[in-house]
């Protein structure tokens, strides 16, 4: 078949986000989407690129685009989304695509992780990382801005410990925490060390939804001393000392606001001398500052789009556009509603 000059195969990506994933991709680029179910690869060889969402991509789809020398590439929600969920089908203002991995996957080099490993940051872009910082945490935002703002009563006189859920079917536990898989299990381990401790458990957003599996057994009450539901996550970070994560987002988030960062996985953001981490990785032996971590995967890595106008943006204008979203959040339709209902039905008897 003959090559289509600038053109995408994308593959694994439902219905609701081929809306917009075109506008992350190259303008004046022709884009099909294709079912990766039952696709004869031969198709493939017609594109000049394949881009694949990074959940989605299987074995033989990735030896395949190897062997015919196929340019492949993963796409993942960015670091700073939305405000509203992705299970509730709320578009993202950030999106990466990555040529050799993606940055959850622990087990292989990332674009993200080169770029941390080799990049030569200069003034101008450290000093642009910390503005950017400096004003995420001014602004309280983070990745779903979601929750509200609520006041919590702790102890002066004992450590407070934040462990944040993840979706334990998620393929950031599965790639990049290769010991402790479950909420429980990270929460006995950080209870074992921490005998002392105040220790706050906030389960993911997307498990409290309905949407996805992660909830604890209920006989887990001595793992923790508190359990936050509907408060918001940057709130949290202003009353707790510590932050013990498998891989989850907010210890990157925490570290933004200056915290102590426990990991027990590999996240990306672990092994370059800023965290306190369980594990180790040999690719990652640079001691990073936390602006150079900042520029790396908040500037240079993702790519920002303006939903209303589709036209890729810099970080400083999506914040913009985040804030202006905050005064009118979106929520989950009635038909994703029902279809959680019955999900959380299912699983019930299955239990």
């Known amino acids: 078949m003959k090559k289509i000059h600038n053109s995408w195969a994308a593959l694994g990506f439902s219905s609701w986000k081929e809306k917009f994933i075109p506008s992350f991709l190259e303008q004046k680029s022709e884009i099909d989407?294709?079912?990766?179910?039952?696709?004869?690869?031969?198709?493939?060889?017609?594109?000049?690129?394949?881009?694949?969402?990074s959940s989605?991509?299987?074995?033989?789809?990735?030896?395949?685009?190897?062997?015919?020398?196929?340019?492949?590439?993963?796409?993942?929600?960015?670091?700073?989304r939305s405000v509203g969920l992705g299970a509730d089908l709320v578009r993202p203002i950030s999106l990466v695509k990555d040529s050799c991995g993606i940055y959850y996957d622990a087990t292989r080099p990332s674009d993200l992780e080169i770029l941390l490993n080799t990049y030569v940051f200069n003034e101008n872009l450290l000093r642009r990382a910390k503005r950017v910082r400096t004003q995420l945490v001014e602004l309280k935002l983070s990745k779903y801005n979601v929750g509200i703002s609520t006041a919590l009563v702790l102890p002066d006189d004992r450590?407070?410990?934040l462990v944040p859920g993840q979706v334990e079917t998620d393929a950031s536990i599965a790639k990049g925490s290769?010991?402790?898989?479950?909420n429980q299990d990270l929460l006995a381990v950080v209870r074992k060390g921490n005998?002392?401790?105040?220790i706050i458990y906030k389960p993911h957003p997307d498990v409290l939804s309905g949407g996805r599996l992660g909830e604890l057994a209920t006989s887990v009450d001595t793992l923790h001393d508190l359990i936050v539901t509907d408060m918001s996550i940057t709130d949290l970070f202003d009353v707790v000392d510590e932050?013990?994560?498998?891989?989850?987002?907010t210890g990157f988030e925490g570290l933004l606001r200056e915290k102590k960062v426990f990991t027990y996985g590999m996240p990306f953001y672990a092994g370059w001398g800023l965290t306190v981490?369980?594990?180790?990785?040999?690719?990652?032996?640079?001691?990073?500052s936390l602006d150079q971590l900042v520029a790396a995967t908040l500037i240079l890595y993702p790519i920002y789009v303006d939903p209303h106008s589709g036209d890729v943006v810099d970080i400083e204008t999506a914040i913009i556009l985040l804030m202006k979203k905050l005064d009118n959040p979106q929520g989950p339709s009635f038909k994703t509603r029902i279809k959680r209902l019955i999900n959380n039905i299912l699983f019930k008897k299955r239990e």
């Not at 079912?35 to 694949?52: A, H, R």
């Not at 290769?178 to 479950?182: D, F, G, H, R, S």
């Not at 932050?243 to 987002?249: E, R, V």
Request: aromatic content about 10%; hydrophobic content about 40%; charged content about 20%.
């Open 33 to 53: 989407f294709l079912s990766i179910q039952k696709l004869p690869t031969e198709v493939l060889t017609q594109y000049s690129n394949i881009i694949v969402w």
């Open 56 to 80: 989605r991509l299987t074995p033989e789809l990735e030896s395949f685009c190897l062997q015919m020398d196929l340019p492949l590439w993963r796409m993942e929600d960015g670091f700073i």
């Open 159 to 161: 450590t407070v410990i």
């Open 178 to 182: 290769p010991v402790i898989k479950t």
């Open 195 to 198: 005998p002392e401790a105040f």
């Open 243 to 249: 932050i013990h994560t498998m891989s989850s987002l």
């Open 277 to 288: 981490d369980y594990l180790s990785c040999d690719r990652r032996s640079k001691q990073l």
